[in-house]
């Protein structure tokens, strides 16, 4: 496998591997990244597509892109998917995936020109005092001391971070500004998490900096994650033949290891409570989801908690890791990301709403109407002062096909599980669905008067516990994570959030699809390039322009400083004036 970037190969169609024919494919999972995988073996590897079994332990594909409406219950999305224009292995990927909705037409093509008529952003981004204080200002707060923290992390060499935590790097500097309450609820990271991911992250998405106060660099798909994502992946591989095994768990894979050698032998399934196993050969490939951000989650009602549950069941992504950890040291340290779910836990809430009464008062905030079919909240609203740290989104409605016209769906969610919360004096994790829905209408400035009756009669609200959730953000160093394919390995590769490989970063729907690609790119020797991560890092412009972002738009030349390196700088700047170097400095805002 190799990368590439530009037209040359992105266009290309890859030669037939050799003895593709062969082989089959064994994938573990149906998640984003197992569904790609499954997607380019079929595509690009030209596999038959009954030679391709899929195992998923429940009776629903999906892995954490959900969006269901369970009997009885409602309406649940765990989670949402923020797009960035440059996820280049989802573009390649999606341009070929047909649209479920439109004839002749692409998935891409559809979220293209839906993006491009209705671009993404936000009127509101910050609310205080129950919805008084609402606005998206614009600006960071950081002073030249946080800056240059920021600065520091990015240019910190990995290695240096291993183990590390954001306190480590960052002080009240940073930690008290407009910044890290835009970063920390946008990604859901928490002070303790990793200082390796936080510059990860940075230098990812340094061209988009100057969108994070009012989220325009976000792109989103029509209807929740599930039926604009996965549905469509789904029958595009049935199409092709590709076999799905549901109610069956991957309890075990059994490798055979050699000196520079590793071949996954034996898979071992739990099929409605029967064991079978799967002997493999060299010939046969197994993809593995290893860990899960979703295992253990739980799922209440209006009127029931989510249970805090964050046992290891048999079967589960960890504990399947677990065992697989233990036959090599490359296969990764699955403890260092599943040991704490105090540490790794946050709650959502899926709200639909059921009359007339709450809208005004999203549209108050928001400050579009809801039912317009357009970008809403263009992206989530965090209500600062909330003691879960509180925040909610609305995108574009309906977000199921089958929503009743007249019904809203939302999504909130709070990363302080353990905390009382303002109105409702109980951790969020005790609460029912409609304890939770009280909370959020009082920070959205409903009346305390009418509080309970709005969330009773008005909303049906279910609440979502993720043990697991941020896991892939705990402290870790090299090797704690498997590489997608292991030095070594014949016949099998590592998926997912939980599988290593560069440049990337975990919590998107990129990072999943990537590894699903470069794996089967690796086992099949594809011959076309793998995408290359977007290099904006390397962009001059694109750092020029993040800091400048981080001031404010102030630029660098009113930095304080002594009168003699001012007099030294104003000597140096007056001579590049008429150069390019100039001009790009004056461009971008630096002098």
Same mark, same amino acid.
């Given at each position: 496998?190799?990368?590439?970037? +530009?037209?040359?190969?992105?266009?290309?169609?890859?030669?037939?591997?050799?003895?593709?024919?062969?082989?089959?494919?064994? !994938?573990?999972? *149906?998640?984003?990244?197992?569904?790609?995988?499954?997607?380019y073996l079929v595509r690009d590897g030209q596999m038959k597509g009954e030679h391709v079994h899929i195992f998923e332990k429940g009776p629903i594909p999906g892995g954490?892109?959900?969006?269901?409406?369970?009997p009885g219950i409602g309406y649940v999305m765990r989670g949402g998917r923020e797009m960035d224009n440059h996820f280049e292995v989802m573009w390649d990927l999606l341009r070929s995936i047909p649209s479920i909705e439109t004839d002749g037409v692409s998935v891409l093509d559809e979220y293209y020109w839906l993006n491009k008529k209705d671009p993404n952003y936000s009127l509101c981004r910050v609310t205080e005092k129950q919805g008084q204080d609402a606005h998206t200002d614009g600006r960071f707060g950081l002073s030249d001391r946080g800056c240059m923290e920021i600065m520091k992390l990015f240019f910190t060499p990995d290695e240096q971070l291993y183990e590390k935590r954001i306190t480590d790097v960052f002080d009240d500097e940073v930690f008290s500004s407009n910044f890290w309450l835009y970063w920390r609820t946008m990604f859901a990271f928490e002070n303790w998490h990793s200082a390796l991911e936080m510059k990860l992250y940075l230098k990812r998405y340094i061209h988009h900096v100057g969108g994070l106060p009012d989220l325009r660099a976000l792109r989103f798909t029509k209807y929740n994650q599930y039926e604009s994502m996965i549905l469509p992946m789904i029958r595009y591989l049935e199409g092709y033949g590709v076999r799905f095994h549901y109610n069956t768990k991957v309890t075990n894979i059994e490798f055979e290891i050699a000196e520079g050698r590793k071949q996954a032998k034996t898979i071992c399934l739990l099929v409605d409570e029967h064991e079978e196993r799967v002997d493999?050969?060299?010939?046969?490939?197994?993809?593995? *989801?290893?860990? +899960?951000? =979703?295992?253990? /989650?739980?799922?209440?009602?209006?009127?029931q908690p989510a249970d805090f549950d964050p046992a290891l069941r048999p079967g589960s992504g960890w504990d399947l890791w677990k065992k697989i950890a233990a036959q090599d040291e490359a296969f990764g340290h699955p403890e260092v990301f599943c040991s704490d779910p105090e540490q790794t836990n946050w709650m959502s809430a899926t709200i639909t709403?059921?009359?007339?009464?709450? =809208?005004?008062?999203?549209?108050?905030?928001?400050?579009?109407?809801?039912?317009? +079919?357009?970008?809403? *909240?263009?992206?989530?609203?965090?209500?600062r002062?909330?003691?879960?740290?509180?925040?909610?989104?609305?995108?574009?409605?309906?977000?199921?096909?089958?929503?009743?016209?007249?019904? !809203? =769906? +939302?999504?909130?969610?709070? !990363?302080?599980?353990? %905390?009382?919360?303002? #109105?409702? %004096?109980?951790?969020?994790?005790?609460c029912t669905g409609k304890e939770i829905c009280m909370e959020w209408l009082y920070h959205l400035g409903v009346p305390e008067s009418q509080i309970e009756d709005l969330a009773e009669h008005s909303a049906? /609200?279910?609440? =979502?516990?993720?043990?697991?959730?941020?896991?892939?953000?705990m402290p870790r160093k090299a090797g704690d994570r498997p590489a997608v394919v292991p030095e070594g390995a014949v016949n099998f590769a590592f998926l997912g959030q939980?599988?290593?490989?560069p440049r990337d970063t975990i919590f998107t729907t990129e990072y999943s699809m990537r590894t699903g690609m470069e794996a089967v790119y690796t086992l099949l020797d594809i011959d076309?390039?793998?995408?290359?991560?977007?290099?904006? *890092? #390397?962009?001059?412009?694109? !750092?020029?322009n993040a800091a400048v972002q981080l001031r404010d738009g102030r630029p660098l030349s009113d930095l304080k400083m002594s009168w003699a390196k001012r007099f030294a700088l104003d000597k140096v700047l007056d001579k590049l004036q008429e150069t390019d170097l100039g001009r790009l400095l004056q461009e971008y805002k630096i002098i």
């Open positions: 496998m190799y990368y590439s970037s +530009g037209n040359y190969e992105a266009f290309a169609r890859p030669l037939k591997p050799k003895d593709v024919d062969r082989k089959s494919a064994y !994938l573990v999972g *149906t998640g984003l990244a197992a569904l790609t995988a499954a997607c954490a892109c959900d969006g269901y409406q369970y493999l050969t060299e010939n046969d490939l197994v993809f593995i *989801t290893n860990g +899960g951000c =979703v295992e253990s /989650t739980s799922i209440g009602a209006q009127d709403t059921l009359d007339e009464r709450i =809208v005004p008062y999203i549209q108050n905030i928001c400050q579009r109407d809801p039912f317009s +079919g357009g970008v809403v *909240t263009g992206g989530i609203v965090t209500a002062d909330s003691n879960w740290l509180l925040s909610w989104t609305f995108n574009r409605q309906p977000q199921f096909r089958d929503q009743p016209k007249g019904q !809203l =769906v +939302g999504w909130l969610y709070g !990363l302080f599980s353990d %905390k009382p919360g303002n #109105y409702v %004096k109980k951790p969020m994790r005790d049906n /609200t279910v609440p =979502v516990m993720m043990p697991y959730i941020t896991a892939f953000f939980f599988a290593e490989t076309r390039g793998v995408p290359e991560v977007w290099g904006s *890092t #390397y962009d001059v412009r694109d !750092l020029l």
